[in-house]
């Protein structure tokens, strides 16, 4: 019973670098990502995979520590190349996401596997992860961009360009810095368009891309 209820010497320790790895985590995703780019399923898809991450790398090096195993570091590297290059097979993830996410398990692990390294030095790699995040996010800021199912199609010829702006511009509510024309159907009278824009929550950003399923079909 009492070994039930008694802790191993590295726990609080752990228990540490978990609260700095969640916390930092939450201050990239809330902070940085979110604000941009609204996205909620991402935000729980970050913060919950940091967590796993973390856990699983910990308490696999600790085993393989406790049992005198001497590839502790290489599961974590391994786990680190594994769980970076993943993908969810049910859509593509943006590039921007993914960087998030290369991120956030690099994070994870290095929390998880810092063991011995000095806490003050493990505060400061995690400041620098989030210092080199906020300057790319506001010194190269880049602007959302949307595909749109046209109906005009007199208005996609170059002649008409600035038309063609100002009608999306009406519909949408945003204001277009730029206007890409995809695939153009002549049969259903419907042309694809690429839009970059300014703007905040509006009608552009209530479906995040089309289904493949749409895409297919265009």
């Known amino acids: 019973m009492m070994d039930f209820l008694t802790f191993s010497p590295g726990f609080t320790q752990m228990l540490v670098r978990l609260t700095i790895s969640v916390l930092v985590t939450w201050l990239i995703i809330d902070r940085l990502y979110y604000r941009k780019s609204k996205r909620r399923d991402f935000y729980f898809t970050f913060m919950l995979i940091s967590i ?91 602007l959302p961009s949307k595909l749109v199912q046209y109906d005009r199609m007199e208005l996609i ?36 368009l690429r839009i970059v824009y300014e703007g905040k929550d509006t009608s552009a950003n209530n479906i995040v891309k089309l289904s493949k399923t749409q895409l297919t079909e265009f």
């Open 52 to 142: 796993a991450i973390f856990f699983i790398v910990f308490f696999m090096i600790f085993v393989l520590e406790d049992m005198k195993g001497k590839t502790s570091m290489g599961i974590g590297i391994g786990l680190f190349g594994i769980f970076s290059i993943m993908r969810y097979r049910t859509d593509a993830m943006p590039v921007r996401e993914m960087t998030y996410l290369f991120i956030i398990i690099a994070l994870a692990v290095v929390n998880a596997i810092a063991e011995g390294v000095p806490m003050l030095e493990l505060i400061l790699t995690n400041f620098i992860v989030i210092l080199a995040v906020w300057l790319c996010e506001y010194n190269l800021k880049t």
């Open 157 to 192: 010829v170059p002649e008409r360009r600035e038309e063609l702006i100002a009608d999306l511009e009406k519909r949408l509510g945003v204001t277009i810095r730029k206007v890409d024309v995809g695939a153009v159907d002549f049969i259903r009278d419907m042309a694809m």
